[in-house]
C-alpha cells in the first residue's frame, strides 16, 4: 500500500463497520454546521445591508463580479433567508443532492459581499470548508455510509493541511525569525487599542505581563504556537489526531490569551472533529434512532 493510500485509510477508514454512533454523532456535527452557516449568513447579510455602500477590496467572486448588487434592495437579506432555506432542506435530506452546492456559492457571496470593507476575517473558514466537503459528500457520495465518512475525512485533511500550511506561510513572508517575541509585543499592542475603542480600558492579563516584561518568554510562546501549526499534518493520523487536536486547541486559547482574538466555531470544531465521540456514543445506544436515519 502506498504512503498516500495509508492516509486515505487513516482518513475515512474504508474497512470500519458503521455503528449507530457514528451517525448519530454526524448528524450533530451537521447540525452545528447547519446553525453557524445560518448563523453567519444573517450576520453578513444584515452588515452588509445596513453599513455597505461600496466595494473597497473584492474578495474571490468580487474580482469577476459586481458584488455590490447585494448592497440594495435587501437582497442580502434575501440571500440570507435563501441559504437558511436551502440549509434546512439539504439537513433534512429533502430533495436534491446539490441543495449543499448552492449553499456554499450563496454563503461565498454573502461573505464577499460582508468583507468588502478592507478587512478580511479567517474565523469563519473552518465553517465555510465544512459546508463545501458536505456539498461535494451530497454529490458525489450520497450513500448514508460513504458521505459520513468522506464529509468527516476531509475535513481532518484540509484542517490539518491548513495549519501546517499556515507554518510555512509565516516561514515564507517573515522568514525564520517569525517567532521573535518582539513581533508578540507588536500584535499585543495593537489588539490593545481594539480592547480600548470597545470598552474604554486596557488592563494586560497575567500572560500578556509575562510576554511583554520578558522576551524570551514572548518568544517562547510563538515559538510553541509556531510548532504546533507544523504538526497540524499529523491529525490526519487517527491515534495521533486527539493529542494534535489538543494541542491546537491549546494554542487557540494562547491566542486568545496573548492577543484577545478569539477563534470560538474553530475551538468547538476542532473538538468535535478531534476526538472519537461515536465510540461514546455507541456504549450507551446500539441502535440508530428511527428518524435519524430518515434525516441520515
Sequence with gaps: ?????KIGHQLFEPDRDQTAGEIIFFKFFELFILIYTIKYAWEWGIYTQLRNSEVVLPLGIANYIDISIL???????????????????AF????AKWFYMAVIILLHLQYVARFSQGEIPHSMNLIGMSVLCFAIGAIWFPGK?????FVIGSIVFFIGLGYTSAFFAKLIGTGINWFDGRHLWLWISEKSIDVYSTIGYYEPNFLQEMALNYLPVASAILLVGWFTELIGFTMWWKKLRPVTVTLLIGMHIGITMTMNIRFDAFVMQLILIGYPWYLLIDKYVKTTP?????LA
Design 1 to 5: 500500500m502506498k504512503w498516500y493510500e
Design 71 to 89: 448592497f440594495d434592495w435587501n437582497l442580502a437579506l434575501i440571500n440570507a433567508a435563501i441559504i437558511t432555506l436551502l440549509s434546512v432542506i
Design 290 to 294: 428511527k428518524w435519524i436515519k430518515k
Design 145 to 149: 455510509e460513504k458521505m459520513p465518512r
Design 92 to 95: 433534512a435530506r429533502m430533495g
